[in-house]
């Protein structure tokens, strides 16, 4: 028989929502390439994970990131293009760090307004991060208003899509719950009645 640890739902859904999160992450980079919604899986991944998992997922989202772009979308080997992919792997973390930040002292406020205000942090931490380094490798003609209200479009909506899909992952993991707790109640039964 199975370990009871093997059956929690709790035991396999951290990992499978990291999973969710990087193949998310493939998603987003063959849809918008450069444009993948950092931000979003920075808030995202605050709202939903440990300190240490979200920082875990916002390294594994960039890396899935940047493995698709230089390996499917023939992002070029020069070192401004690298540099940019260290830039976004910072910038990543980075938000990631503000969105904590911004839960941990929101942590009383209604869910819907922290996780929102927790996107904010996330997504401003993110563009400050992108323009200083825009300043350095080039780039800050495209932080226009068109181009930066498409960024914060596509964060939005991808949180959205992210914090409904963890929903359901919380549905499915309590309905689990409720069901292995009513099979091993009717075990014991069974087994108290057979003694």
Same mark, same amino acid.
Request: aromatic share 10%; net charge positive; hydrophobic share 55%.
């Given at each position: 028989?199975?370990?009871?640890?093997?059956?929690?739902?709790?035991?396999?859904?951290?990992?499978?929502?990291?999973?969710?999160?990087?193949?998310?992450?493939?998603?987003?980079?063959?849809?918008?390439?450069?444009?993948?919604?950092?931000?979003?899986?920075?808030?995202?991944?605050?709202?939903?994970?440990?300190?240490?998992?979200?920082?875990?997922?916002?390294?594994?989202?960039?890396?899935?990131?940047?493995?698709?772009?230089?390996?499917?979308?023939?992002?070029?080997?020069?070192?401004?293009?690298?540099?940019?992919?260290?830039?976004?792997?910072?910038?990543?973390?980075?938000?990631?760090?503000?969105?904590?930040?911004?839960?941990?002292?929101?942590?009383?406020?209604?869910?819907?307004?922290?996780?929102?205000?927790?996107?904010?942090?996330?997504?401003?931490?993110?563009?400050?991060?992108?323009?200083?380094?825009?300043?350095?490798?080039?780039?800050?003609?495209?932080?226009?208003?068109? &181009?930066?209200?498409? &960024?914060?479009?596509?964060?939005?909506?991808?949180?959205?899509?992210?914090?409904?899909?963890?929903?359901?992952?919380?549905? &499915?993991?309590?309905?689990?719950?409720?069901?292995?707790?009513?099979?091993?109640?009717?075990?014991?039964?069974?087994?108290?009645?057979?003694?």
């Amino acid at each position: 028989m199975p370990d009871e640890m093997d059956l929690n739902p709790r035991g396999w859904r951290r990992p499978t929502w990291l999973l969710l999160l990087v193949a998310a992450s493939v998603a987003f980079t063959f849809t918008f390439a450069c444009a993948a919604p950092f931000a979003a899986f920075a808030a995202a991944s605050a709202c939903t994970l440990p300190r240490r998992d979200a920082y875990s997922a916002a390294g594994a989202v960039w890396l899935a990131n940047q493995g698709v772009g230089f390996a499917f979308l023939h992002y070029p080997w020069t070192m401004n293009c690298l540099a940019w992919g260290a830039a976004l792997g910072t910038t990543a973390l980075l938000s990631t760090l503000a969105a904590r930040l911004t839960l941990r002292r929101l942590a009383q406020v209604w869910a819907p307004a922290r996780n929102s205000v927790t996107f904010l942090a996330a997504f401003a931490a993110y563009e400050a991060a992108l323009i200083v380094f825009s300043l350095l490798l080039g780039g800050a003609e495209n932080f226009t208003p068109a &181009i930066q209200g498409r &960024i914060f479009a596509i964060n939005t909506v991808a949180l959205v899509g992210l914090l409904a899909l963890d929903r359901v992952g919380v549905a &499915i993991a309590t309905v689990e719950t409720v069901r292995l707790r009513r099979s091993k109640n009717l075990t014991r039964i069974v087994a108290r009645k057979h003694a």
